[in-house]
């Protein structure tokens, strides 16, 4: 293929795709960059303050601080959570049950519903049995963080145990059989080999679980609004509510952008790193782990 | 004695394993399938009953028949959002596949630095939560003046392009460079053998990315949201605005058939596509 081939069908093949992600995508990600240090109520009357946002991000008390603090507790708990319920489900639909596939399609379709649909059928749900002690979710933030933790894992259970399924296929049927006839009880198969076989299926549904689960927005607005009093608030929603719910207050909304982006690409290049330690894991797996959860 | 007998015939072994991995499953995907068929059931009730006792089922009081549903319709132009919907997601669906899986190709056939960089900064786009350029990105769709139903699919494709061309890169590497050597040799064009030769071999996976895209873009709230404001409304738009807006009190019943008509074509829309979602899942491609 030459060089000539080359420059003249660029234009067509490459240059759509990427006038669209440089517009849209690129020249706002450096614009919002460069507003984080500005003063500004539209992107027209920007004045340069420095840093003065940032600092104002940590002093201005609006709960930014908690969101996270209140993020990073509800991923924890989330990755926890998710994970055992995927693993379970994956170790039951692997058992060579009848109508699996069915199962595995019930546990999965929470994830075509999207965050906003799925926020208001909890909102029923979870309303629906504290009306019966006269309170609702917006009543203390325990019930708002419960109800968002049973929510992700109804939705993210489904998934990452297709994820497991896959991966638990792949163990080596020589290997099962070897420790059956040494002997070995189903729960030791399982934590001595299973377990230790898929650890690199565990670590990505772990970070995709984490990075959504700290990213989350259309549920956290659907389901809480951040109520009571912004207790419940993920980082997600607080910025959206600094840029569009307070006069003047842009600029910091945009610091703690670039302070949530930050974290966020901090832990999803942690992904990247481990891949390369984790080669020879076969094509699939090693695509897997390269991909972070999207927004 | 005979039950340990009986127990040894592998047949009869094998079925109390299934019954019992049947008897956990079971309950188990009832409760998964509980939040949904509560919204539904619900969805014919009226108003009242719905707040007051939501588990109940519909009885002769409170049933309403099909009355929520064409409030739901009429409430806050749910059906203008409802073509609205399928309209964006059809065209940022194609858009996507088709400029993404251009793109992919000719990078990794052009080879060298530029093509490796390029490649490099489209990755970018996975790494970056959306809450970064909302605001930015907001106001330079304005300013080009794409802030219109026509020009979600290019806002798509630029949130987009990162996922798809990454995915699609896997296959295109699998690609035998043979078969279009061969190609060439024969005479075939750029533009033809990628339309003729490489886009046929990439099907599956274009379908992959396609579904996985589909899935993000009806269910997206923010970017509509954001762009398109309340006179477009899109479904996800449609149903936190009904929530939110000035209505004074909602109704319910309103809500639960929104809900309901939300769910109807993505659930049609997976029992058609569902080996290519659980590949695409498998893969560990997520969904938006």
């Known amino acids: 293929m030459t060089r000539l081939w080359q420059r003249r069908f660029f234009p067509l093949f490459v240059l759509p795709t990427l006038l669209c992600y440089t517009l849209l995508f690129l ?196 389901l809480t609004g951040g109520a009571p009093e912004g207790e419940t608030m993920l980082p997600a929603l607080n910025i959206f509510n600094t840029f569009y719910g307070r006069v003047g207050a842009q600029g910091i909304g945009q610091a703690k952008a670039v302070i949530f982006l930050i974290i966020v690409a901090l832990f ?22 390269t991909l972070p959860a999207k927004k | 004695m005979e039950r340990k007998m009986l127990s040894q015939i592998p047949f009869l072994r094998k079925n109390k394993e299934q019954l019992i991995t049947l008897a956990i499953l079971i309950p188990l995907a009832l409760l998964f399938l509980f939040p949904v068929l509560l919204v539904l059931y619900n969805s014919f009730k009226g108003s009242v009953y719905i707040s ?47 400029a993404s899986s251009m793109c992919a190709w000719f990078l990794h056939r052009m080879g060298g630095r530029v093509s490796r960089i390029l490649l490099g900064v489209l990755i970018i786009g996975m790494v970056v939560p959306f809450q970064m350029v909302m605001y930015t990105t907001t106001f330079i769709t304005g300013k080009l003046g794409l802030a219109s139903v026509y020009g979600m699919p290019l806002l798509y494709l630029a949130f987009g392009a990162s996922l798809s061309v990454f995915i699609l890169s896997g296959f295109v590497k ?37 579904v996985l895209n589909a899935m993000w873009i009806w269910n ?36 639960m058939a929104m809900l309901i008509f939300s769910m109807i074509p993505i659930v049609i829309f997976y029992l058609f596509s569902q080996k290519y979602i659980i590949d695409g899942v498998s893969q560990g491609a997520v969904k938006g």
Do not use: H
């Open chain 2, 52 to 98: 007051n006792e939501p588990f109940a089922l519909p009885d002769k009081e409170s049933f309403v028949g099909v009355a929520n549903y064409l409030v739901g319709l009429k409430q806050s132009g749910f059906f203008g959002a409802l073509f609205r919907s399928f309209f964006i997601t059809v065209s940022s669906v194609l858009l996507l596949a088709l």
């Open chain 2, 220 to 255: 997206d709230y923010l970017l509509p949201y954001l762009v398109l404001g309340s006179d477009n409304r899109t479904i996800p738009v449609a149903i936190q605005l009904s929530m939110t807006g000035a209505y004074g009190s909602t109704n319910l019943g309103g809500l």
């Open chain 2, 174 to 210: 699998g690609i035998p460079v043979a078969v279009e050597e061969a190609a060439t040799i024969d005479g075939c064009g750029v533009v033809r053998m990628f339309f003729g030769v490489v886009m046929p071999l990439l099907t599956p996976a274009l379908i992959t990315v396609s």
């Open chain 1, 268 to 289: 999803s290049s942690l992904q990247f790193i481990r891949r390369k330690e984790e080669e020879p894991l076969g094509k699939k797996n090693a695509l897997a782990n």
């Open chain 1, 27 to 222: 020249v706002p990600l450096a614009l919002g960059i460069y507003l984080s240090f500005c003063r500004f109520s539209t992107v027209d009357n920007a004045t340069f303050v420095g840093f003065e946002n940032y600092l104002k991000v940590f002093s201005s008390g609006d709960g930014f601080l908690r969101s996270m603090l209140f993020g990073l507790g509800f991923s924890i708990l989330s990755v926890i959570c998710v994970n055992l319920v995927a693993l379970a489900l994956a170790l039951l639909l692997t058992r060579r049950v009848r109508g699996a596939g069915i199962f595995r399609s019930v546990f999965f379709m929470p994830n075509l519903i999207g965050g906003i649909v799925l926020g208001y059928v909890w909102n029923l749900l979870v309303n629906g049995i504290l009306s019966n002690f006269g309170v609702d979710i917006t009543y203390r933030a325990s019930y708002g963080f419960l109800g968002l933790l049973t929510l992700n894992i109804w939705q993210l259970g489904g998934y990452m145990a297709v994820i497991y399924i896959a991966a638990l296929l792949a163990v080596p049927k020589e290997t099962l059989e070897a420790s059956r006839i040494d002997g070995a009880t189903p729960w030791q198969t399982l934590l001595f080999i299973k377990l230790p076989l898929i650890l690199p299926s565990i670590l990505i549904c772990g970070f995709l679980t984490f990075t959504n689960a700290f990213k989350m927005f259309d549920q956290n607005l659907a």
